[in-house]
């Protein structure tokens, strides 16, 4: 007569070093009781990092504690991602102190500090497997982050997604929910560091994500879920032209996108009302790229109807153009400001005619890319060069931006 199986008990999670020797944990804290009893330390049920006393000990991170790894965002990561630098920036004061409190949150960070500090150019890309879970992943997401030097940082990243595909949002509690939307920020970021072609899927991820709970509305009116509806709401007017060219077309013309976007901007200006002056400039310089963008969309249209008014639509390309370069060049020497222009610079850019805006345009990527080394800025400028040849061929610009799949800002 066969055993009687035993009636199921379903396992609960105990501290790591029971859980590596598949012994039941006693779930005593901070330690339990049976390693205690035996003379060992026990590391607690809280969440483990793969650091040792704070230290990583093993991979490119071996010898750096936790903090320095913080000090990378927060020193050559956070100040390019707002207008105005100080204590209201959230990817410092809000992104860091999650990443203490959550895994997926701190493996988001680990990975783009670690593409930053080692591992930008790009080299051959590591497909990742996905599988069907709550949070789908979008069809063709592949690791594009791959570096001979540091395979480990693409690792990183390809562990962040499965992850993310691992979480279910319907049953996931408030919390749980930021973390999920604040990783994905993160991992966009890191697409903007290394200027990988996985940034539009993973903006698709994103929207899907906040889909599945019910929209930015239903997140609450706490700091931590304001700051991330100001980054979607600017992330998604940034990225929809460079997406789908109607889908930009609708987005640049919809007042309420527009207003959303500039929150982010008037939330610095808001902490820091001694720098009114500049925050004013750079909402004006983003209203432009704005207004060039939906006045080529225009010109588009009307060139199909009529070919006999087209020098004096392209004189007024040209005078747009101009009074862009003349207004961005009057940042006062030193100003902060001018590094959450790249995306207003690149659709003007864009949509130059002429030599000297050109190389006028050549020079300001370059000091951008000399600022913070972003791999985004040098594939806009290769995209750049790409939009210029073809405009002059006949080819419609804002056509083309979609093509590179860069999160160009």
Known sequence: MPPKPRPYRPKARGCFECSKRRISCDRTEPECEKYLSRGLKCSGLGIRHRFSDGVASRGFWVGKTIQEVFETVSDHIAGEMVAIDGLHNGWRHLVLPVAHLDQLVLNSVLTVASFHRYGRHLSQPTNLDFHEDSLPAPPGLSCQLFTTANPTASQLYARTIADLQRRDLGQSDPFSRLSILLTILVLLVAVMVTGSDDFPLLFRLLESALEAIGGEHSLGEDE?????????????????????????????????????????????????????????????????????????????????????????????????????????????????????????????????????????????????????????LRKGMDQLERVWKRSALGDRWISLLPQARVFVM
């Open 224 to 376: 931590l879920s304001r700051f991330i509806v100001r980054q979607v709401h600017k992330m998604r007017v940034y990225a929809a032209p460079l997406i789908n060219e109607q889908w930009g077309i609708t987005t640049l013309s919809t007042r309420q996108n527009i207003t959303q976007a500039f929150e982010c901007i008037r939330h610095c200006s808001r902490h820091q009302p001694d720098h009114y002056p500049i925050t004013a400039l750079v909402m004006s310089l983003i209203q432009q790229s704005y207004d060039i963008y939906l006045d080529q969309a225009r010109r588009d249209i009307l060139s199909v109807a009529s070919v006999s008014d087209s020098f004096p639509r392209l004189a007024e390309s040209i005078c747009r153009v101009q009074r862009f370069k003349e207004t961005f060049k009057s940042f006062p020497t030193g100003s902060p400001g001018k590094q959450v222009l790249i995306w207003a610079t690149f659709v003007a850019a864009s949509d130059s005619v002429l030599e000297e805006h050109k190389s006028f345009f050549r020079q300001v990527f370059a000091s951008f890319y000399e600022r913070s080394g972003f791999e985004n």
